[in-house]
């Protein structure tokens, strides 16, 4: 019975910007408790399709699709396809986004604007057209991918604070307008994670990854797979009543105001 309450077996989950790194680990963990998974991206069809391989690698059943989660047209011929060649949408995860470094007082408008779009408007513009049939169905969970940067602020990542920041009240406020038709939008606020990304900054010695050891209270960078049970609590009965929450994994780097330099 305890297990049932973590089945995703019979429900969709898209799951955008999921071909690598952290949404492929959380689209992984919903398509290994049972659901069917449709992952997205923007770059290729050929990174879609080998992703969609290494999905099927793992024994998920897996469709993949390419559209622009920041153009509305875009989403909306995509969703509809989706809906008539794989089923009604149960699960909506929006992980697409990007982040660019770059001092406030140097970054271009075009720039600032960007980030935006695709870390905070385009969660609206997905929900927005999933969320209708949802409402219909009287069902339905959605999951916002924020940041520890929706509590923090970070030299030189205003663009991308203020997309997750905002992104935290969008959260809120879908789970303030939906919840009464049985819908249930809460976030996911992934900590410091050992991906292909950071893999350069991940050695003994370089400042950052000393920063991050000495930060955090677990002492060591997340494994992407570390999000995968986040994602499936939010995803299934077992959050039934949980609405507008941040979920944060993040190995206690809220918590705590971090160590003293002379402690070790």
């Not at 039934?240 to 160590?259: E, P, R």
């Amino acid at each position: 019975m305890a297990l049932d309450l973590f089945s995703l077996k019979g429900k969709v989950a898209l799951v955008t910007g999921s071909t690598h790194g952290l949404g492929m680990a959380m689209a992984k963990g919903l398509g290994k408790a049972g659901a069917t998974l449709v992952v997205s991206g923007n770059s290729s069809q050929e990174k879609i399709a080998a992703a969609v391989k290494q999905y099927e690698g793992w024994g998920i059943k897996v469709f993949g699709y390419k559209f622009n989660v920041a153009d509305e047209t875009e989403v909306i011929e995509a969703i509809a396809k989706i809906q008539d060649e794989v089923g009604p949408i149960d699960i909506l995860v929006n992980n697409a986004g990007i982040i660019k470094r770059t001092p406030l007082e140097e970054m271009e408008v075009a720039d600032f604007k960007q980030v935006i779009d695709i870390d905070l408007v385009s969660p609206f513009i997905v929900s927005k057209h999933v969320v209708k049939t949802m409402i219909a169905r009287k069902q339905g969970k959605i999951i916002n991918i924020c940041s520890m940067m929706s509590e923090l602020g970070r030299s030189s990542v205003g663009a991308y604070a203020a997309a997750k920041g905002g992104l935290k009240m969008l959260t809120r406020n879908m789970a303030t307008e939906w919840a009464k038709h049985n819908i249930q939008t809460n976030g996911i606020g992934p900590g410091y994670f050992a991906t292909s990304q950071t893999a350069p900054i991940r050695v003994e010695g370089h400042p950052f990854n000393d920063f991050i050891i000495n930060r955090t209270p677990a002492e060591k960078w997340g494994d992407p797979d570390d999000l995968a049970g986040a994602a499936i609590f939010l995803a299934s009965k077992a959050s039934d009543f949980v609405n507008g929450h941040i979920l944060y994994v993040d190995g206690g780097i809220l918590a705590t105001i971090g160590k003293p330099s002379n402690e070790k």
